[in-house]
């Protein structure tokens, strides 16, 4: 066994742990913080002696940045929980009797929906409060940036190696398909903010307002059901081994707001983490969490810890909107779930809406990546040049530090784009799919082999251009685009 190999086994045992120790956290479960920094500590005694003795240019690049990251895993572990806990407490206002923090913040504006004054004015006093994430915001992307740029690259850099995809295409299809979606988005969204808000959409009401709202018509076809119950018999005749994976839909006061999960140890110890919204939004987010856990479940045990941890998310996302999408697909919900077709014509209708949403909005927030990354702002342009983003695509005058509320811009150097690639070969993969295994794909174990076997089995090692050019057209095009 050569130093690296040995490198990557202690690597996972220790990452398990932390993992571990996440997913409690973001449950709203007891966790053990002191664990965390410990682990982490071993973590960069154990990378640094490796990064010592290894020179760079021997390194698996994807081990390299993994390591290179991880050689300072105490500071982004202490950075983390940091943030974790302010989303938590700090950016929290109290709004007639009832708290409301980043944690819950969608659930408040679920519930509060139809009081666009007081979802105005929790939204701006949270935007206030989040002035505290700030200086903490900055040093995690700052240690970022250092560490890079010891190798004279930035985290960009390293993302663009590990996705695959130089910068300019990036850019490109980044820009083209927000731009292409954005009046068709427009259209729609005033038609909807109209019928379901009753006035003209505004600032505060964000992709999650109309996620939750939009498909409250339909919600009531989806009240009661037992997403385990229903898509699970699919998942396993594909063949699929669900044991792997443990679901847990209970609410809890410090759960994350968010459908997530967490692949604690590849591929033997994975979790879906969700919590009661509203139905068709829980169907779609559970869907979505179960294609990342099958994906991670199916992943080639035998393989070494690079192989099967460090997949880009622009790959890891194929699977959870493969999934999702599979979830509302017309076909599916008449003969799976049984919803009737006009139902269905009116579930389609509202998807559509939230794709163009999508769109636009990540449109925003890849950019934002890209370009923080390149013109490197202090935290009061950054906050500048998100709001001009925002405005550009999404059409709305978003103040411009909500990024620094989101759950993924924030707390990730670069992650956006990586739902755009993956919505992008996510279509190229479908129309493979139906065309090799019927449009009735989901109920032929062939099909399951294949994405078992082929896609999902090689971790990283994705042989993703045999369904991928990246070629955004079957995802404009289902869109009416
Ligand atoms: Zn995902």
Redesign the pocket.
Known sequence: MTLLDRFQRELERLETDLNRETYRQYAGLPYDESLMEQRSREMETLVRGVLEEVPAADFPRPLLYASVRASRASEYTRLDNEIYRLRGDAVSVEDEGETVNLNNWRLFNRAHVRAPQRRRRVFDALLDRALVLTPLLAERFALSRDLFGRYNMTPLDAYLEEEEVDFSSLWQLVDSTARAARPAFREALAGFSAELLGQPPDYYDDYYVFGNVIYEPVDRHFAGVDFAALVGPIYEGLGFDLSQIAVDGEPRERKHASPICFAVRVPDEVYVLYQQTSPVYDYTGYC??MG?ALHFASVNRALPYMDRYLVPAGVA?IF?LLFETLGTTPRFLAEEVGLPQAAIDDLRRRERLMDLYFLTFYGANAMFNLRYWTEHPDMDAADALYADLYARYVGLEMPGRYWQTHHVVALYDVYAPSYLLAKVRTAELRRLLEERFTERWWRNPAAGAYLREELMGPGRGIPVDTFSRLDPRPSLVSLGL
């Open positions: 979505h969490e990342h996302e959870s």
